[in-house]
């Protein structure tokens, strides 16, 4: 029984955490022409009751579909801005993502724009929190 409500409380606390570091919208999805450059934007919200810091950053994710086609988000994800920053308690933060469309691609791709947080007071937090954010990006036709 024990048992039972240490897990019950680690999963409370686990769904807090989930919940209490907010960014909208969940997902993008664009519709894109070679050659042309995007600006998109993620609002990030601390509902924490500290301080935390934010270093943005990205990575591929594939498509079932078109693994052979996939370029890497390197080639196309050209500036995040602000590059790190420092969120107060209930304060909001906008990020700022200009994704290049290289004239190669083909069919569609994607990215995930992920959000690691740092806990800046003294007692930091148990695990490493990270939020991500798929952009999905598919040629016009």
Same mark, same amino acid.
């Given at each position: 029984?024990?048992?039972?409500?240490?897990?019950?409380?680690?999963?409370?606390?686990?769904?807090?955490?989930?919940?209490?570091?907010?960014?909208?919208?969940?997902?993008?999805?664009?519709?894109?022409?070679?050659?042309?450059?995007?600006?998109?934007?993620? %609002?990030? &919200?601390?509902?924490?009751?500290? $301080?935390?810091? !934010? *270093?943005?950053?990205? +990575?591929?994710? @594939?498509?079932?579909?078109?693994?052979?086609?996939?370029?890497?988000?390197?080639?196309?994800?050209?500036?995040?801005?602000?590059? %790190?920053? &420092?969120?107060?308690?209930?304060? $909001?933060?906008? !990020? *700022?993502?200009?994704? +290049?469309?290289? @004239?190669?691609?083909?069919?569609?791709?994607?990215?995930?724009?992920?959000?690691?947080?740092?806990?800046?007071?003294?007692?930091?937090?148990? &695990?490493?929190?990270?939020?991500?954010?798929?952009?999905?990006?598919?040629?016009?036709?």
């Amino acid at each position: 029984m024990k048992k039972l409500i240490l897990l019950f409380f680690l999963f409370i606390f686990a769904v807090k955490i989930c919940y209490a570091f907010n960014i909208s919208p969940h997902r993008y999805e664009l519709n894109v022409v070679r050659g042309k450059t995007y600006k998109i934007e993620f %609002k990030i &919200v601390n509902v924490y009751d500290y $301080t935390i810091s !934010v *270093k943005p950053c990205f +990575y591929d994710k @594939k498509l079932p579909e078109n693994q052979k086609q996939q370029i890497s988000s390197k080639k196309w994800i050209k500036k995040i801005t602000p590059e %790190k920053f &420092v969120l107060k308690p209930k304060k $909001t933060k906008k !990020v *700022k993502v200009k994704i +290049y469309i290289p @004239k190669e691609m083909a069919g569609k791709s994607a990215v995930m724009i992920s959000f690691p947080i740092e806990k800046l007071e003294a007692e930091q937090l148990p &695990v490493q929190m990270v939020v991500s954010v798929p952009v999905y990006v598919s040629l016009r036709e």
